[in-house]
């Protein structure tokens, strides 16, 4: 495992399930979503074209600290428009440096105008983490003089 991974080889060991919504879906019904299946944030998606994302950080910054109600403001009055996108050829540290830069925890990956997968922040931290696990093994076995 090279901690300098690609996405697509993170994809690999992923589920490719998309958790989506769409812009004229009530907020409630989205946060509803994200916590049934347990993700941060939801693709919103007109038909095949994804126009934004809508995350925990949007619920609580554009509607709850405005007094909205969940159950009356659409999706497309909170989500961000502005999206950051990657594809399965990025580096994870232009993953990282892409999120920290833009201060975001999920990325679209993208083949064409496909979307194929999100990536979040946690993605990246556990691929890391196993990489140095495997580096640490690896340096151990070598330095016990373990033949592999």
Known sequence: MNANGTISEILHGKRPEIWTTSPDAMVYDAIELMAEKNVGALLVM???????????????????????????????????????????????????????????????????????????IGDLVNWIISAQSSTIQQLQTYIAGVPG
């Open 46 to 120: 007109n038909g095949e074209q994804l126009v934004g994302i809508i995350s925990e950080r949007d619920y609580t910054r554009k509607v709850i600290l405005k007094g909205k109600a969940s159950k009356q403001t659409a999706v497309k009055e909170i989500l961000s428009g502005h999206i950051i996108c990657v594809t399965p050829a990025h580096t994870i540290e232009e993953c990282l440096r892409l999120m920290t830069e833009h201060r975001i925890r999920h990325l679209p990956v993208m083949e064409g105008d496909r979307t194929v997968a999100v990536i979040s």
